[in-house]
T-cell receptor, first 113, second 115 residues
Framework: GQQVMQIPQYQHVQEGEDFTTYCNSS?????IQWYKQRPGGHPVFLIQ?????EVKKQKRLTFQFGEAKKNSSLHITATQTTDVGTYFC?????????????FGQGTILTVHP | DGGITQSPKYLFRKEGQNVTLSCEQN?????MYWYRQDPGQGLRLIYY???????QKGDIAEGYSVSREKKESFPLTVTSAQKNPTAFYLC??????????????FGPGTRLTVL
């Protein structure tokens, strides 16, 4: 079945440093979504990427979808303590399983003030 | 307020007992999902339903059962056949349909501990 791998598993940064997490799917995706889960909380939707090569920005966050629609990345510029949490990518293979997401293992981000 | 509610937040059960987790949404979403999250791991799909009275197994359905009799409700039963039921259970919903942006909205979760 479809697999989504995400690296790194953990990332510790000093406040102000940049952060990147990478996501790779074993199959071509219809779209990829990113979620953030704060400690003790539930996942919250950040963004959905649909087009090959798509790049979207949300303030300090930059999301990319690869040309082959099999990989994606999330980059945070100048991290803040409010960025702490686990970031998940989730791939949608589309077709008859449209809407069914396969989540990566997540990257746990710790930001030291 | 629109959203997804899960109850209870914490649940304790004895080994061998079935337990049902509640999930209700008032977002008028067609699709609903159940995930299991274990420490340090991603979300694994248990069951999902794209329309009332229909549901499909996810990646780890063994030992679980669901029903979808109403659009708003998607309860999950953890049966005694589930070998390792202690986990954090998350319910989610989304607008179904190809071509739509199908972000998933999550409930606050139920932390189940089997003693």
């Amino acid at each position: 079945g479809q697999q989504v791998m995400q690296i790194p598993q953990y990332q510790h940064v000093q406040e102000g440093e940049d952060f990147t997490t990478y996501c790779n799917s074993s199959t071509t995706l219809s779209n990829i979504q990113w979620y953030k889960q704060r400690p003790g909380g539930h996942p919250v939707f950040l963004i959905q990427l649909v087009k090959s090569g798509e790049v979207k920005k949300q303030k300090r966050l930059t999301f990319q979808f690869g040309e082959a629609k099999k990989n994606s990345s999330l980059h945070i510029t100048a991290t803040q303590t409010t960025d702490v949490g686990t970031y998940f990518c989730a791939g949608d293979a589309g077709g008859t399983s449209y809407g069914k997401l396969t989540f990566g293992q997540g990257t746990i981000l710790t930001v030291h003030p | 307020d629109g959203g997804i509610t899960q109850s209870p937040k914490y649940l304790f059960r004895k080994e061998g007992q079935n337990v049902t987790l509640s999930c209700e949404q008032n977002l008028n979403h067609d699709a609903m999902y159940w995930y299991r999250q274990d420490p340090g791991q991603g979300l694994r799909l248990i069951y999902y339903s794209q329309i009332v009275n229909d549901f499909q197994k996810g990646d780890i359905a063994e030992g679980y059962s669901v029903s979808r009799e109403k659009k708003e409700s998607f309860p999950l039963t953890v049966t005694s056949a589930q070998k390792n039921p202690t986990a954090f259970y998350l319910c989610a919903s989304s607008i179904a349909g190809v071509g739509s942006y199908n972000e998933q909205f999550f409930g606050p979760g139920t932390r189940l501990t089997v003693l």
